[in-house]
């Protein structure tokens, strides 16, 4: 990439995982921000397929986070978030696999500002947090779906 900065130590991720549950049913699970932490005046906002929300994240520092989705049902969705040091996009995507489905999470940070110095630095600990936060969710979505059935 040239010198005008874009492209400029982004930090890319992909995680993918097996669940043993029908894509609808993994969909519904991750798009009802109901049960989330949106404790924000009109958060969630919803027009069609679009939702806003104000999110809070704690780590590594408390930040409240802004966040744009556009649901693409069944078979995922994508937010676009802006963090103070860098703009964050992800996508999770739920593919029908066997007897369940494959989800996926591909995760693209551009650094902004100071992020183009802290995020190279902090990218491993950024890598093993998506990981283990893509995986607490997926736990938290089995012991849930589990108990329905």
Do not use: C
Request: no cysteine; charged share 30%.
């Amino acid at each position: 990439m040239g010198r005008s900065g874009r492209g400029l130590n982004r930090m890319r991720l992909a995680l993918d995982r097996v669940v043993p549950f029908p894509r609808d049913s993994v969909f519904a699970w991750w798009t009802d921000f109901r049960e989330d932490d949106h404790q924000h005046p009109n958060s969630p906002a919803r027009s069609g397929n679009e939702i806003w929300l104000r999110d809070r994240a704690t780590r590594p520092a408390p930040v409240t986070i802004d966040e744009h989705v556009t649901l693409d049902p069944p078979n995922g969705y994508a937010v676009a978030a802006r963090y103070p040091g860098a703009d964050v996009r992800y996508a999770y995507r739920f593919n029908p696999h066997d007897n369940g489905t494959l989800v996926t999470v591909d995760i693209d940070v551009q650094p902004r500002r100071l992020g183009r110095i802290l995020v190279p630095l902090t990218a491993t600990w950024w890598r093993r947090y998506a990981a283990r936060d893509f995986d607490y969710h997926l736990e938290e979505m089995n012991r849930e779906l589990e108990s329905r059935t």
